[in-house]
């Protein structure tokens, strides 16, 4: 939590500056969005608005459903064509291709400013202010109203409360920090719902969702002496489970949570010969973010992802070997 005293970091400073002089803005996220994608995207455009901006939001796919009542306004919207922005704001997106379609629709603007907390972050922006010692997007934007005097009010934090919960798994992970708990807390003396919250992100899971998942615990695989958990998502799964794919968010950390197990993976078909792969790590001798990098992704230590081309075995025994590799040299 910034102190008043303590002086925001100079990129921080000039997306305040610039967002101050800009009239309309435009906030877009990454594709699948997340709970610190839309919590930071809709955290920020309602202190925009609350300082008097024309602020509209963009993502390319839709709000999952768990996270909807962040969203009663639906401001999240498809991005068009036609539009001019002072200011075009990427929160929680470590490159430009992760915006989608929505980077198509951006071009004819003033200053582009980049918001995240990604190591592997590309610095695609105009200002790039990425601080990889968060855990969460949900932070920096909390930061950022505080410095520029936003009022964050009870709407804001639920998004903001939201995104931060999320991203450190309800505060579990290890990348949760003093500054983060002291964050939540003031978010919660600021109105966020802490229970609404809770139980719409963790406690209201579709049929359809418990249907994938019953899937994940028939047909996951350990290897490596039990030390790797990994399991398939394919097109056929959703299908059967009359599932959408962002149902499948957070199915990872099941398996992650077994005794033992020190990487987590998921292999999700994206096309016959593409394949989207997520790491979780639950041991600091393990970093997905570099298994990640090497075949073009990126992420975090603890929470890396990708899309790789190729056979679907053939992509398996790629991210299979090097994860032994990397826990046999630990």
């Known amino acids: 939590m910034p102190s008043p005293s303590k002086a925001p970091p100079k990129p921080a400073q000039e997306i305040i500056d610039r967002l101050r002089a800009s009239q309309s803005v435009c906030i877009v996220g990454h594709i699948r969005p997340d709970g610190d994608c839309i919590g930071s995207q809709l955290g920020l455009a309602m202190a925009l608005e609350g300082a008097g901006k024309d602020v509209t ?59 995240d907390h990604h190591a592997s972050n590309t610095r695609y922006a105009d200002v790039n202010w990425v601080s990889p010692r968060e855990p969460s997007t949900g932070e920096l934007v909390f930061d950022l109203c505080n410095w520029a005097g936003w009022k964050i009010t009870r709407a ?25 708990l002291h964050t939540a807390a003031e978010l919660v003396e600021r109105g966020a719902g802490l229970g609404k919250i809770c139980e719409e992100v963790y406690q209201s899971f579709p049929l359809t969702r418990v249907k994938l998942l019953r899937h994940v615990y028939s047909t996951f695989r350990l290897v490596h002496d039990d030390r790797t958990a990994y399991f398939w998502l394919r097109k056929r799964d959703y299908s059967r489970a009359g599932a959408a794919t962002e149902e499948s968010e957070g199915l990872i950390d099941h398996v992650r949570a077994i005794d033992g197990v020190q990487v987590a993976v998921v292999f999700e078909e994206i096309e016959d010969e593409m394949t989207r792969v997520s790491w979780r790590s639950k041991t600091p001798n393990v970093d997905v973010a570099a298994l990640a990098k090497a075949v073009g992704g990126g992420g975090h230590r603890a929470a890396a992802g990708a899309r790789i081309p190729g056979r679907p075995l053939g992509v398996q025994r790629r991210v299979l070997s090097a994860i032994r590799k990397s826990l046999d040299a630990a």
């Open 57 to 115: 939001v963009w993502n390319q796919d839709p709000v999952p459903p768990k996270l909807k009542f962040l969203d009663p306004e639906r401001r999240v919207r498809k991005p068009s064509a036609g539009r001019r922005f002072d200011v075009v704001v990427a929160t929680d997106c470590a490159a430009l291709d992760r915006l989608g379609n929505a980077a198509d629709h951006i071009g004819d603007r003033g200053a582009f400013v980049n918001i």
């Open 156 to 180: 804001i934090a639920d998004c903001l409360f939201t995104a931060i919960s999320t991203d450190t798994g309800s505060f579990q992970y290890p990348s949760t920090t003093p500054d983060t």
